[in-house]
């Protein structure tokens, strides 16, 4: 019973709506509307105030020479800011970095949260204790692990090394963190590590929602588990898994402290937001690093125009 | 209404009148100053402020900063962009006075010819821009190699006077040790992870070989010389050899953990270690010797980097004269010695290295004296507020060469092409 209320709430509402405006007319419509907005107004405020103005004071200052300890004597450059960002190197590379850590971060913890997930929607004993202990990588500040990581892939003492020696596959120590491919590796390994438990949690939540009826019916009608799983929960789940997918995505785009404690500004790793702090903050450089920070912004962008058309598409297949 | 008003009114009044009346002497004022803020810094810093404090009836407030340096100029450059008065008195690095120089008031007026030539001449210079005395040394560090003397014992090997010679000793050591089933042997760890340690790592062995500091006063860019070429050459064939390849990690902390748990022959550190190394615990405690760096050739020279701490007075600050007489009195050759014997802070005084307290409760520090003369200055006051970009340009450069991903001339050639053009052709 408790899957069917929902649906009759959501059947019910429009059905008052199109009698309130059927009796009271568009008087009442208008008032309707302007109360909304009423109550609004202060959120929209407080956005303007914090994202929208600084937003715009970034896209400004992109457009300048502006100097942390100068700002008063900020000159306008039009697009030299970006001429110099397009032709550097360094700034590719740190894109580059970034989409390949994304990518490879965020389809293993899909594919791992996805299973986690699976098995904690299984009633077992003791699987409240494990939802909440599958969750402490994600309560642990990323600094500490990332510390804590970069002990574990030390060369001399790090228990990876350490294992590897013991055991024989190691004929001599590994520098994880010292060599360009591995070195990625090793930090996508610890995002992973990281990050799985908020996948595998949006994905249990998604699970969750799926009526426990429609397996029953299946069952009925002689379906077997592996069809019940593509037929039903997949498709089911595929809102929960486009908001987990985008979620992650944009968290992984914006990766900095990871990366900044593990490997610090090398070029070989240093994802884009590294790249910005190293302008804005170690050379003081407002106006090249808020063109950074824009075209940061650009590149998120796209990612998240192409997960808004991939998910209206799923809307409009789904009718 | 208007009673209630009248009645809060008359309380603040009250409140004022009675926190003026509870004001200490008229024209006292507080101070608030900006240092070390962990452990045995921030506890020798607090008392060097009380006594002042005790003696001219002022008060003083220490205010938290971060401790990685980096984070802390980045605070800084903040708060004095800002225009900010909060702080009045700085403890910045050796590389900070040309990129803070703006902000900071010129000291020589509140601290004599004579006073200045109390501190090194080198500091005292580092800390000179454009004629005006941005900060007061208040202690000092420079590069150092640390050595296993029971291992080199062992072996029958010397000290090593040249960077061969390290090689070699290093290379027999780890090549026995490692046969004898100590597998994590590594023969030398230093700082080569991509920040500004390599930057002073970097400089060492560059100029130990003659190849020179980079920017010359002018400003003029040399770094693309044989000299150089050869130096980071040679560093570059140690790794994977008697140097793991994990030392492009390292910062001091790590190439520390693998000298104090005994896995290295040789280290290149800061003076801190050495108190760390000999520390109750410590597995090499006894087993530990200092020395100064190698030199790059029979006709090249001992080279370590300058690096320590000072004291700047903010544009800002509404007590400045005062300020100065705070940093005059935390840099003064009374409190040097008290934190030399009780932290291990080296003086930036030639004579604290002679006082006898001094040498007894450390007496390493005597043979640090002769090596300031020839310290490794990095360019800060060349490069101005360019320096973290003229430093990240050069460590780059270097952690390409080591890690095998660009040869050195290459490397170094196009690194100099990037700071012609950082430095719009060397005028900085």
């Given at each position: 019973m408790w899957g069917i209320d929902p649906l009759m709430d959501s059947n019910s509402k429009p059905n008052v709506r199109r009698a309130v405006r059927v009796t009271a007319g568009a008087g009442l419509e208008r008032w309707r509307v302007r109360t909304a907005w009423v109550f609004l107004a202060p959120t929209l405020a407080v956005l303007a105030l914090v994202a929208g103005w600084p937003l715009l004071r970034t896209a400004m200052l992109a457009f300048t020479d502006a100097y942390l300890s100068r700002m008063a004597e900020a000159r306008w450059v039009g697009l030299e800011n970006f001429r110099w960002l397009l032709t550097d190197g360094d700034w590719w590379r740190s894109v580059q970095n970034t989409i390949v850590f994304t990518v490879a971060s965020v389809s293993v913890q899909f594919v791992l949260g996805l299973g986690a997930a699976l098995v904690l929607n299984v009633r077992f004993a003791g699987r409240g204790l494990l939802r909440a202990v599958v969750l402490i990588p994600w309560a642990i500040p990323t600094v500490v692990s990332a510390r804590m990581w970069r002990w574990m892939y030390h060369d001399v003492y790090g228990v990876f090394n350490d294992l590897g020696l013991r055991s024989g596959l190691l004929a001599q120590p590994v520098a994880w963190l010292a060599d360009d491919t591995t070195a990625m590796a090793a930090i996508v390994v610890a995002d992973i590590w990281k990050a799985t438990p908020f996948m595998a949690l949006l994905l249990l939540a998604g699970l969750q929602a799926i009526p426990p009826g429609l397996y029953e019916a299946a069952r009925v009608d002689g379906v077997g588990r592996l069809n019940a799983f593509v037929y039903i929960t997949l498709p089911l789940l595929k809102p929960a898994i486009l908001v987990a997918l985008i979620f992650r995505t944009l968290d992984a785009l914006r990766v900095f402290d990871l990366i900044y404690v593990m490997t610090s500004n090398a070029v070989s790793t240093a994802s884009m937001s590294v790249y910005a702090r190293q302008q804005l903050i170690d050379f003081q450089e407002m106006g090249y690093g808020s063109a950074v920070s824009l075209m940061i912004f650009f590149v998120i962008a796209v990612f998240v125009a192409a997960y808004v058309t991939a998910m209206r598409a799923s809307l409009v297949e789904e009718g | 209404m208007l009673k209630k008003w009248a009645r809060s009114a008359l309380m603040g009044l009250t409140l004022s009148a009675l926190i003026g009346a509870i004001l200490p002497v008229a024209g006292a004022v507080e101070i608030t100053i900006a240092c070390g803020a962990v452990g045995i810094e921030s506890r020798l810093c607090r008392e060097g402020t009380e006594s002042w404090a005790a003696a001219t009836g002022h008060r003083v407030r220490l205010i938290q900063s971060p401790n990685l340096s980096n984070n802390r100029l980045a605070l800084f450059q903040q708060m004095l962009a800002a225009g900010s008065s909060d702080v009045d008195l700085f403890q910045i690095d050796v590389i900070w006075p040309g990129i803070l120089a703006t902000h900071l008031i010129d000291l020589n007026p509140y601290y004599g010819e004579e006073q200045r030539q109390a501190h090194w001449k080198t500091l005292i210079d580092n800390n000179t821009i454009g004629g005006e005395l941005k900060a007061i040394p208040w202690f000092t560090d420079i590069g150092l190699l640390y050595y296993r003397s029971d291992l080199l014992d062992k072996y029958g090997l010397p000290v090593p006077e040249t960077w061969s010679q390290l090689a070699s000793a290093a290379m027999r050591v780890v090549d026995a040790e490692r046969e004898a089933g100590r597998v994590r042997m590594t023969g030398f760890v230093f700082q080569a992870r991509a920040y500004e340690g390599l930057t002073c790592n970097a400089l060492e062995w560059i100029a130990s070989y003659g190849?020179?500091?980079?920017?010359?006063?002018?400003?003029a860019i040399d770094l693309h010389n044989p000299r150089a070429v050869s130096a980071l050459n040679q560093v570059a064939g140690w790794i994977g050899t008697f140097v793991s390849k994990g030392v492009l990690t390292y910062d001091e902390e790590d190439a520390r953990g693998v000298f104090q748990s005994g896995n290295a022959v040789f280290m290149r550190n800061w003076p801190y270690a050495w108190a760390l190394a000999q520390?109750?615990?410590?597995?090499v405690k006894g087993l530990v010797g200092v020395a100064p760096l190698p030199k790059g050739?029979?006709?090249?020279r001992h080279a370590g980097t300058l690096g320590g701490w000072g004291l700047a007075v903010s544009?800002?600050?509404?007590?400045p004269a005062l300020a100065a007489d705070l940093a005059r009195h935390l840099t003064s050759e009374a409190e040097q010695i008290r934190r030399a014997i009780a932290g291990a802070f080296n003086p930036t005084r030639p004579a604290v290295y002679r006082n006898a307290a001094v040498l007894a409760a450390h007496p390493f520090m005597g043979s640090l004296s002769e090596l300031m003369d020839n310290a490794v200055v990095r360019p800060s006051r060349i490069a101005g507020e360019r320096y973290n970009q003229f430093s990240t340009i050069f460590w780059n450069a270097v952690h390409d060469i080591l890690s095998g991903r660009a040869a050195a001339a290459d490397s170094l050639a196009a690194a100099e092409r990037r700071l012609r053009r950082l430095s719009r052709n060397g005028r900085w």
């Open positions: - | 190849g020179g500091q980079i920017l010359s006063p002018g400003g520390a109750d615990g410590s597995p050739g029979i006709d090249g544009r800002y600050s509404k007590h």
